[in-house]
């Protein structure tokens, strides 16, 4: 896999990178592969989820965190963040990550595995997190992100859900403003 880094001058700077998910055959998708971090069985419960392919990702993650860590960026600097399955791997990560971060973005999404929360959360219960999901999501169910956001609310208070009206399986204007807002006052001044 390789990830791509961006770095951008704003005054500061701020390097992104950005992890493209394997492809693989996915059952959902008749057998055919596609770009996906883990195993997809159905879009309308989470019961069966691949546990397997799901801390594969989250391991990738943490070791890229590792990595900028090793090279002197302070975790309380890193921002992990995904939309869909993405979102659904950087929620997991950040919550469970062995270093304290600096804010998780999980855009279209669910926390994967739920049952292993709050317990896998040990060093990021006060991390600030912002959850973004549009209303009319017909691929992640808005229910799935509003439960998530409910159940890490018990451990993590800092969450914030926030609801796009209308919105189906994508992005808006108005979210990437929140997005932005949302970096701007987390990042260390």
């Not at 469970?96 to 595995?113: D, R, T």
Request: some cysteine; proline content about 7%; charged content about 20%.
């Amino acid at each position: 896999r390789e990830a791509v880094v961006s770095t951008q001058s704003t005054g500061d700077t701020f390097k992104y990178i950005l992890p493209t998910a394997p492809s693989i055959p996915v059952p959902l998708n008749m057998g055919m592969k596609m770009p996906a971090w883990y195993d997809i069985f159905t879009l309308s419960e989470f019961d069966k989820e691949d546990e397997a392919g799901i801390k594969r990702s989250v391991k990738y993650v943490h070791d890229l965190i590792d990595s900028e860590v090793s090279k002197g960026t302070p975790s309380e600097s890193i921002f992990v963040g995904g939309f869909s399955q993405g979102g659904a791997i950087a929620l997991y990560s950040g919550l469970a990550c062995q270093k304290k971060l600096g804010g998780v973005i999980a855009l279209s999404c669910y926390l994967p595995l739920r049952n292993a929360f709050p317990s896998s959360c040990t060093l990021n219960k006060d991390t600030p997190i912002l959850m973004c999901h549009g209303s009319s999501d017909p691929v992640v169910q808005f229910r799935f992100g509003q439960m998530s956001s409910i159940l890490i609310n018990g451990f993590n208070p800092t969450i914030k859900f926030k609801t796009y009206p209308g919105l189906t399986h994508g992005a808006c204007a108005e979210e990437f403003r929140d997005i932005k807002q949302f970096m701007t006052d987390q990042s260390p001044k």
